[in-house]
């Protein structure tokens, strides 16, 4: 049989990402990143400059379809591939990002009469300013007896979906009435890549409150929080949720010319980016977990039960390997955070010194850190820069650094950084432990393990674990083309299931990061610190809450 390959597209936050790789064998064969040219619109519209208000994150869908006409034939360029050995593609997607589309599936912030509109764009995953909208939800769950909330670890979050559209309900009817559907955008590629209106298990699972019985909550409770979201999940939210691995369709002819691939090609449901990772680092099995780590950090378990973990983002039945409970709980501010502080914090001279060197601010940073004992900077933080998704899950709490005095250096900083967030995953990983989710083994993937080893040091000194890092330099979209494996089936060469493509695709480095002895004993101590903190400012102090309340204030008084 003739050699068999398939491209996995990894929409990420910053960029997309595809890769090609060898059905049989695996890894990749060749890789080419483009990045969002509008990145992430945070202040105002393009083109017209409209403000926008606090907490707002949206992206240009015109953006993604670049990645599909540039990045796909780059990989078919350089890896020398023909279009026919292509047997299937696989989408994966930051999520909860979303779009209001009209019937023939064009985003409506592309049409005229819309483009002035902020509501018309893509809410990307970290728009955050639905909070009020997810703070009535929580609130209606409650007083309803409604329970779906517990498999969200008791809360929904404003990056979700029902809170996202509600927000548009709520500030621009107009759009929420000429939307046909909101959509995912993962979903919304594989519509434009197949012409068919196809939800993904995953993002419907884990962002929009869909369960694989009970399908979405009833009617009844969305006619309670607002009579005009009634009918939502018939109308806005309409179409088959279908589960990963399944073919949504094939490539189109339009699509084909878009991307330089052949019309009938498989392409597999979309999944979320970070899911995209447990199979792209082969994890197939109950006990282990992934942690993806980028923009945000995911903790993403596998498990053969379902219970209730205290702040857990969702835990849903086959939402990354088919016949496993799959939990995710994370953090929105990782490498978010560091690229604050290296593009907002540090002063001109590690930026001059850096740039001397030819090195990164981040890899400057990371080298003096390095040098650096734990414990030693005297400094604790806190990894709320982006709010907190897990155990608090409350989008407006916001950073903190303890310690600081008039000696303190930006390495030290940055190393208090890479603490934080490596101590945030381990009140994580205590959750899981402590509801009886037990994790045996862990990977890692995504683009920090590549990058920053001292941030991998850090975490098997915090966790007190021993990491193991995918192979793949791009794990999550060789996970998306695993789901394209999957989508062809075996009678075009792919593959009956996930755990069967991702064992055979997939794979992990030699090099593992160990925790060391005597730093895992200073963490522990500092750890507990780290706690005293997260218990102060996150469950009871209301400082960062009045600091936004008065931001917003005076915010909402100048526009
Ligand atoms: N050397 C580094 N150390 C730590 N963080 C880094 C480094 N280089 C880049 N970053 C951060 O990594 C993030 C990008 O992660 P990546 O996994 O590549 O993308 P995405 O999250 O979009 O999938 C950015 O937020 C950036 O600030
Ligand atoms: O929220 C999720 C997954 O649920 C992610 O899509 C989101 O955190 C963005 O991920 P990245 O860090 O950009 O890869």
């Known amino acids: 049989m003739e050699k068999r390959y398939v491209i996995g597209i990894d929409f990420g936050t910053e960029s997309g990402r595809v890769v090609i790789a060898d059905v049989e064998q695996g890894g990749e064969l060749a890789s080419h990143a483009t990045l969002y040219r509008h990145g992430t619109i945070v202040e105002k519209l393009p083109g017209s400059g409209k403000a926008l208000g606090q907490d707002w994150a949206l992206q240009h869908p015109d953006d993604y379809r670049e990645v599909l006409k540039q990045s796909v034939r780059e990989v078919l360029r350089i890896s020398g591939v ?79 979906m029902v809170a996202k559209v509600w927000q548009v309900l709520n500030e621009a009817p107009e759009i929420y009435q000429a939307a046909y559907r909101f959509v995912e955008a993962g979903d919304w590629i594989v519509q434009q890549l197949t012409g068919n209106w196809v939800r993904s298990n995953c993002s419907a699972g884990y962002k929009a409150f869909w369960h694989k019985q009970d399908g979405y909550p009833p009617r009844q409770f969305f006619k309670q929080l607002d009579p005009r979201l009634e009918d939502l999940t018939d109308t806005k939210l309409a179409g088959d949720v279908l589960p990963l691995g399944t073919r949504a369709g094939e490539l189109s002819a339009e699509a084909a010319q878009l991307t330089g691939l052949c019309p009938g090609t498989a392409v597999a449901v979309a999944t979320i980016d970070a899911h995209a990772g447990v199979a792209g680092s082969g994890a197939v099995r109950s006990g282990q977990m992934v942690m993806a780590m980028g923009t945000s950090l995911c903790l993403l378990v596998l498990s053969h039960n379902e219970v209730s973990v205290e702040g857990v983002s969702g835990v849903v039945e086959d939402g990354m390997i088919t016949g496993l409970y799959g939990y995710e ?33 981040h890899t400057w940073l990371e080298q003096r850190a390095a040098e650096l004992k734990p414990g030693q900077h005297g400094l604790m933080a806190v990894d709320w820069w982006n709010g907190n998704r897990s155990v608090l899950e409350d989008a407006d709490l916001s950073g903190l650094i303890v310690g600081l005095t008039l000696q303190t250096k930006p390495p030290e900083i940055y190393r208090a950084l890479l603490e934080s967030t490596a101590f945030g995953t381990r009140k994580i990983m205590e959750a899981f432990e402590e509801a009886g989710v037990h994790v045996n083994e862990i990977f890692a993937c995504g683009g920090l393990p590549k990058r920053n080893r001292l941030f991998m040091q850090i975490y098997a000194d915090v966790t007190g674990r021993e990491i193991k890092i995918a192979a793949a330099a791009e794990t999550t979209a060789l996970g998306a083309a695993i789901h394209g494996a999957v989508a062809a089936g075996t009678e075009r060469g792919g593959y009956p299931d996930l755990a069967a493509a991702a064992i055979q695709m997939a794979k992990v480095r030699e090099e593992t990061f160990r925790p060391i002895p ?24 209301l400082v960062m809450k009045e600091l936004k309340r008065i931001k917003r204030k005076l915010s909402n008084h100048s526009e």
Request: proline content about 4%; hydrophobic content about 35%; aromatic content about 12%.
């Open 518 to 541: 005597e730093n895992v004993a200073v963490y522990d101590d500092l750890y507990r610190q780290y706690i005293r903190l997260h218990d102060v400012f996150g469950r009871g102090g």
């Open 82 to 160: 023909r279009p026919e050995q292509v047997i299937g593609i696989g989408v994966d997607f930051t999520s909860c990002t979303i779009l209001p589309v009209d019937a023939k599936g064009q985003p409506l912030c592309v049409q005229e009469r819309y483009r002035n509109e902020p509501h018309a764009y893509v809410k990307l995953w970290k728009h955050h300013a639905a909070q009020e909208e997810a703070n009535r939800i929580n609130e209606w769950a409650k007083e309803s007896g409604e329970t779906f909330l517990a498999r969200y670890g008791g809360k929904s979050s404003s990056e979700w």
């Open 329 to 361: 709980a994370g953090q929105p501010a990782v490498g978010d955070l560091f690229g604050w502080y290296c593009d907002q914090a540090v002063p001109g001279y590690v930026q001059e010194a850096a740039a001397k060197e030819g090195v990164s601010v």
